[in-house]
């Protein structure tokens, strides 16, 4: 098994040698305007495939595969007087699909792109299916006004002291023992 650095350099000058004998040394009629494209060869160096594509329809397509085929005697031997190794590979011929994947990517990616307007088009006259805004918000007070006002005096009961908050909003401690009313003026000791 070679290595695939050799293997490379052995495609590559495989490649090259096809390349320049389709343009210089074989001039048969019927192969059309021609690109090699890549070639691939084995681990033991004893096959080589060689990738083209032709411009043109399919008829052109079969008068290239038929004139490559008919010349591959001439072109093994070139190969492997360029090679310079032991073995010549056997070379096949093979048609590289990489045009018609391309197109029909090319197709895709356009089909994509209208659909993609169409959507942005539709977008811009949509309505909400919903609220404008589905997001939750913090609860806003409400103010009531048929509602009559609450009394100006409150009471809260505990265990043991009585609280009640004035008209003002100051809240009143009032302890049952003592007796006494403490104010707690503008410093409420609760909350409302």
Not at 72 to 89: C, D, F, M, Q
Request: aromatic share 6%.
């Amino acid at each position: 098994m070679a290595d695939e650095a050799r293997r490379r350099k052995v495609a590559e000058r495989i490649q090259n040698t096809v390349a320049r004998l389709l343009e210089r040394r074989i001039k048969d009629p019927r192969i059309g305007f021609t690109t090699i494209t890549d070639c691939k060869v084995t681990g033991d160096l004893q096959h080589a495939t060689v990738f083209y594509t032709v411009l043109g329809d399919e008829d052109d397509r079969k008068k290239t595969a038929r004139a490559l085929n008919s010349a591959k005697g001439l072109i093994r031997s070139e190969v492997g007087k360029a090679l310079g190794i032991r073995l010549t590979p056997t070379i096949e011929f093979a048609l590289d699909a990489l045009p018609e994947q391309a197109a029909s990517f090319e197709e895709k990616l356009a089909s994509a792109l209208y659909s993609d307007q169409q959507l942005r088009g539709v977008s811009q006259t949509a309505s909400y299916a919903g609220e404008a805004d589905p997001y939750r918000k913090p609860r806003e007070k409400k103010v009531f006004e048929d509602v009559p006002a609450a009394p100006a005096f409150t009471e809260w009961t505990g265990e043991d002291d009585i609280f009640s908050e004035d008209a003002d909003g100051d809240v009143l401690a009032d302890s049952p023992e003592s007796g006494e009313v403490e104010t707690s003026g503008s410093d409420n000791l609760f909350e409302s």
